[in-house]
């Protein structure tokens, strides 16, 4: 449903409230300004990359109350209230997550633009699902765009991250 029919002007200035990161941000917004604007502009969290800025790429993704969503397409009103997950919340304390890391030490990423979009999808794919198959780690990231690789890194960095949390039973 549009803004005008719910008899709001684009023109309106909102308060928005939510936690970031763990963290209670809030700031007034136009009812245009999208959360990834917010997030960019107003929070100063520039880790939520802008590509198509249609929802098509991924490079946008954030976690809203625990789920996927594409920033570039969520209105910062919608998101009153909610907990925000970015790409710099996954770090703790300086230090790169174990995805993060594995990632890293697979080389999973060539430029890093789509990284964000990547991580934080895969995040939200192992808090519902910690021992995902490779099909199922490669059908949640379906939806990301990456121009520099083919995948396979990615996918290598991803499962190497499963696997290091779920070790397995050698003896």
Same mark, same amino acid.
């Given at each position: 449903?549009?803004?005008? %029919?719910?008899?709001?002007?684009?023109?309106? !200035?909102?308060?928005?409230?939510?936690?970031?990161?763990? &963290?209670?941000?809030?700031?007034?917004?136009? #009812?245009?300004?999208?959360?990834?604007?917010?997030?960019? &502009?107003?929070?100063?969290?520039?880790?939520?990359?802008?590509?198509?800025?249609?929802?098509?790429?991924?490079?946008?993704?954030?976690?809203?109350?625990?789920? /996927? %969503?594409?920033?570039?397409? +969520?209105?910062?009103?919608? %998101?009153?209230?909610? %907990?925000?997950?970015? !790409?710099?919340?996954?770090?703790?304390?300086?230090?790169?997550? @174990?995805?993060?890391?594995? +990632?890293?030490?697979?080389? @999973?990423?060539?430029?890093?633009?789509?990284? /964000?979009?990547?991580?934080?999808?895969?995040?939200?794919?192992?808090?519902?699902? =910690?021992? =995902?198959?490779?099909?199922?780690?490669?059908?949640?990231?379906?939806?990301?765009?990456?121009?520099?690789?083919?995948?396979?890194? !990615?996918?290598?960095?991803? +499962?190497? #991250?499963?696997?290091?949390?779920? =070790?397995?039973?050698?003896?």
């Amino acid at each position: 449903m549009s803004l005008s %029919a719910k008899g709001l002007s684009t023109d309106e !200035i909102f308060q928005v409230e939510l936690t970031v990161n763990g &963290e209670r941000r809030e700031g007034a917004v136009e #009812a245009r300004k999208t959360l990834a604007d917010f997030l960019r &502009e107003d929070l100063a969290l520039t880790g939520t990359h802008l590509g198509c800025e249609h929802g098509v790429c991924g490079a946008c993704t954030v976690l809203v109350d625990g789920e /996927p %969503a594409r920033s570039c397409l +969520m209105l910062a009103v919608q %998101a009153r209230g909610s %907990a925000v997950l970015t !790409i710099e919340g996954l770090a703790q304390k300086g230090e790169l997550s @174990s995805l993060q890391q594995s +990632m890293w030490d697979n080389h @999973s990423f060539q430029c890093g633009f789509c990284t /964000p979009g990547f991580l934080m999808q895969i995040t939200a794919l192992l808090e519902q699902s =910690p021992n =995902p198959t490779e099909g199922e780690v490669r059908e949640a990231l379906s939806g990301n765009i990456c121009r520099c690789t083919g995948y396979q890194s !990615i996918v290598k960095g991803v +499962m190497a #991250a499963i696997a290091s949390s779920n =070790p397995k039973d050698v003896s």
